[in-house]
């Protein structure tokens, strides 16, 4: 029975996504905006400091609590946790 509710599996053995989780977009976005900051800082744009302050802040915040403002707006948009895709898979097997 376990067998059956494993995911499947992809190349070295990890599982194949199944749709993008909250989790993976805020890690992506986050890491979108640290990287155009950097690339956009070298003309010495201030303003940019404090938008790459706020996704720290927020990582932060993400990492300490699992929870951010951006993952409450994609939660309302429709997108799942991995818990609850978990509990989706779990309840259809």
């Known amino acids: 029975m376990q067998d059956q509710?494993?995911?499947e599996r992809g190349m070295f053995g990890m599982p194949k996504p199944q749709g993008?989780?909250?989790?993976r977009i805020v890690s992506l976005m986050a890491g979108t905006v640290v990287l155009v900051t950097?690339?956009?800082q070298s003309g010495h744009v201030s303003r940019l400091r404090?938008?790459?302050g706020w996704v720290g802040a927020n990582l932060v915040l993400n990492g300490a609590l699992g929870w951010c403002?951006?993952?409450v707006l994609?939660?309302?948009l429709g997108f799942v946790t991995?818990?609850?895709?978990?509990r989706q898979n779990y309840y259809t097997t």
């Open 5 to 7: 509710m494993l995911t």
């Open 20 to 23: 993008w989780t909250i989790e």
């Open 38 to 40: 950097q690339v956009a």
């Open 50 to 52: 404090v938008l790459a």
């Open 69 to 71: 403002p951006m993952s």
């Open 74 to 76: 994609l939660h309302r």
């Open 82 to 86: 991995a818990a609850e895709r978990e």
